[in-house]
């Protein structure tokens, strides 16, 4: 149950495009199309933005996107607006009904 | 509309216990696998334990397995969870989420409470 690895910090500019990486094995992300990301704004519960993969829930504009290759998902954020900054998490199903999460990266829209 | 709403935080002294709750509104709760995650201070999120809908089946993340359980009462809309032997390292911000698996065999957490501040501490 080792945490999976984000970059701890990404920034960009408005209207600028980042992506945030998060790396696993073959046990969870490599091994399993249910890879989710969650957005995080400060004092607040998570939000989720994007899962299998590179599915949006309703509500969740599609300059959010998600992808996956090998042990290593992506979450590309277009557009960048300032409303992004925040703390965004992977999280991966690693089987037999657990899951892991990654330490969790913030992005600064610079 | 989903809503889940945590109770039960409290400043604890290491080895003492304590049991958080969540009540669930605008869904069949019986429908769905729930979970327990937690965020320490100015940490990440770490999965604690998921319950079954029935409750018939538990799981538990290596760090609190043997000293949490995870229960729940579908009568009442509630999912619980009892900490015990609590340790320093168990003080974090206890969330409640609800696991949504889709026709297409998908998984996720979709919804998550406001959280619940357990601080271990002597």
């Known amino acids: 149950q080792s945490a999976l690895t984000q970059p701890r910090s990404v920034s960009g500019s408005p209207g600028q495009s980042v992506t945030i990486s998060c790396t696993g094995t073959?046990?969870?992300?490599?091994?399993?199309?249910?890879v989710s990301w969650y957005q995080q704004h400060p004092g607040k519960a998570p939000k989720l933005i994007i899962y299998?993969?590179?599915k949006w829930p309703s509500g969740v504009p599609d300059r959010f996107s998600g992808s996956k290759s090998g042990n290593t998902a992506s979450l590309t954020i277009s557009g960048l607006q300032a409303e992004d900054e925040a703390d965004y998490y992977c999280?991966?199903?690693?089987?037999?009904?657990?899951?892991?999460f990654g330490g969790g990266t913030k992005l600064t829209v610079l | 509309e989903v809503q889940l709403l945590e109770s039960g935080g409290d400043l604890e002294q290491p080895g003492g216990s304590l049991r958080l709750s969540c009540v669930a509104s605008?869904?069949?709760?019986?429908?769905?696998?729930m979970s327990w995650v937690r965020q320490a201070p100015g940490e990440g999120l770490e999965w604690v334990s998921t319950?079954?809908?029935?409750?018939?089946?538990?799981y538990y993340a290596d760090s609190v397995k043997g000293r949490f359980t995870i229960s729940r009462d579908n009568s009442k809309n509630t999912l619980y969870l009892q900490m015990n032997s609590l340790r320093a390292e168990d003080t974090a911000i206890y969330y409640c989420?609800?696991?949504?698996?889709?026709?297409?065999?998908?998984?996720?957490?979709?919804?998550w409470g406001q959280g619940t501040l357990v601080i271990v501490s002597s």
């Open positions: 605008g869904f069949t709760f019986t429908n769905y696998v």
């Open positions: 299998d993969v590179s």
């Open positions: 073959s046990s969870d992300v490599g091994g399993y199309n249910y």
């Open positions: 999280c991966s199903y690693a089987g037999r009904y657990t899951w892991v």
């Open positions: 319950i079954s809908g029935s409750g018939g089946a538990t």
């Open positions: 989420a609800r696991e949504y698996s889709s026709s297409s065999g998908g998984k996720t957490h979709d919804y």
